[in-house]
């Protein structure tokens, strides 16, 4: 038996799909995501079912479908309120954008970029675990160990893409399956750990998706060996729209950052870390702003 819910989002004028569609297009193999020209579909366990989110983009709508293979609740509530954080419409960019439109050096970036707000990873378990992968790698070398993770899950929907694995179905691998897939020991350990906990309850990131309790969230994950503060901060603002993490260990926000103050040498963590501060509560959507800048594809980080 399988389920399809639906329903029609409405998007603000000017809303830039394409942005959406380069973070979900990171994966050139397509393994869990296949992006077409103004459409999106993504495997993703739901219920503890396979599925199949749809998104199809058509001027100032986004068409959202999700097919389950097995029998759910047609939770049409559930399935927009994920659309829309994924969309990143619960972000406020619009008085970030009127606040700083005319700052010397952000005001050129928003003129650039103007609506650029912050694409969601489906879940925040999915946020987090994406960037426990990253850590100190590229973002190339962190698709191939996601895509063998993908693979080692071994969850497919009936319409050929396999499923982001959820905290239940990781916690179910070992840590030389984690090993295989390209992982180090310490985070195979970590990833294993934190799968426990969210699929025991312990860490309810689920429960903490429409109004985050940013300061609880960033508590609780530091106390979890191998998780530092770029991990906490990505993780927030990728799965929780959480715009004021300040990701000054970010390799790319440090690079961008040199090129806009157009200095001679690399600018350090700690350089960065206070250039950002000003920008408080919006430190993260600035880092988003400087990812985008001379090229959207800084955005699939």
């Known amino acids: 038996m399988s389920t399809r819910i639906a329903c ?3 998007l603000p004028q000017g809303f ?3 942005d959406v569609l380069a973070f979900h297009r990171r994966d050139a193999q397509q393994v869990a995501e296949r992006v077409e020209a103004a459409a999106l579909h993504k495997g993703l366990a739901w219920g503890g079912h396979p599925a199949c989110l749809s998104m199809h983009f058509d001027h100032a709508i986004a068409e959202v479908a ?4 097995g029998p759910v609740a047609p939770d049409t509530a559930a399935l927009e309120r994920m659309a829309r954080r994924m969309l990143g419409l619960t972000q406020a960019v619009e008085r970030f954008e009127h606040e700083y439109a005319g700052h010397p050096l952000l005001g050129g970036l928003i003129a ?9 990873t489906a879940t925040p378990f999915e946020a987090l675990t994406w960037a426990i992968t990253g ?3 590229s973002v190339t070398a962190a698709v191939s160990v996601r895509r063998q993770l993908i693979h080692a899950a071994g969850q ?4 050929g893409l396999y499923c982001y694995p959820d905290a239940s179905r990781i916690a179910r691998l070992s840590e030389d399956d984690l090993r295989s897939a390209g992982f180090s020991r310490t985070k195979a350990r970590t990833l294993l750990s934190l799968s426990e906990m969210v699929a025991q309850g312990e860490l309810p990131l689920d429960d903490w998706a429409d109004a985050p309790p940013v300061d609880i969230i960033r508590s609780r994950l530091m106390a979890v060996r191998g998780i530092g503060p770029w991990t906490v901060s990505y993780t927030l603002l990728r799965g929780y729209a959480a715009l004021d993490g300040s990701l000054h260990g970010d390799v790319a926000v440090r690079n961008k950052l040199q090129l806009l103050l157009d200095l001679p040498k690399r600018v350090s963590e700690a350089e960065t870390e206070r250039w950002l501060a000003q920008f408080a509560p919006w430190r993260a959507l600035v880092a988003a702003h400087l990812w985008a800048m001379g090229s959207s594809a800084a955005l699939i980080a």
Request: charged share 15%; glycine share 12%.
């Open 8 to 10: 029609t989002i409405a």
């Open 156 to 159: 497919r929907h009936g319409g």
């Open 16 to 18: 830039r799909h394409q």
């Open 66 to 69: 999700l097919a389950v293979d």
């Open 112 to 120: 650039a970029n103007a609506g650029l707000r912050v694409p969601q």
């Open 135 to 137: 850590q100190q790698i």
